[in-house]
Nanobody, 121 residues
Framework: QVQLVESGGGLVQAGGSLRLSCARS????????MGWYRQAPGKQRELVAH???????NYADSVKGRFTISKDNSKITMYLQMNSLKPEDTAVYYC???????????????WGQGTQVTVSS
């Protein structure tokens, strides 16, 4: 079973930066895509940034130019660099991996437990 562990969240002032990390517990048989999602209180979970297996990235309009998603294949870790943070970025951030754990498994989504990001004004 694949486990994802996020880290790097915390409290930061508006205009500051944070770097989130998502570490996988094992090398997977295959990965279609990975992404960062967030959920603010009373709101639905939304996609923040997405990266495919070939490195193609996609960002929510609200974070374009401020956030950068990347992956380190050798360390099976994914990152989200967040700059120029705004109070509206406050949310629980979740990492997601879509893929197959082993050759016997079907493609499915794996989720981390989430890390809180709070941006004060």
């Amino acid at each position: 079973q694949v486990q994802l562990v996020e880290s790097g969240g915390g409290l930061v002032q508006a205009g500051g930066s944070l770097r989130l990390s998502c570490a996988r517990s094992k090398i997977m048989f295959s990965i279609n895509a990975m992404g960062w999602y967030r959920q603010a209180p009373g709101k639905q979970r939304e996609l923040v940034a997405h990266i495919t297996s070939d490195g193609t990235t996609n960002y929510a309009d609200s974070v374009k130019g401020r956030f950068t998603i990347s992956k380190d294949n050798s360390k099976i870790t994914m990152y989200l660099q967040m700059n120029s943070l705004k109070p509206e970025d406050t949310a629980v951030y979740y990492c997601n991996v879509q893929g197959r754990s082993t050759g016997w498994d079907l493609t499915r989504d794996y989720w981390g437990q989430g890390t809180q990001v709070t941006v004060s004004s």
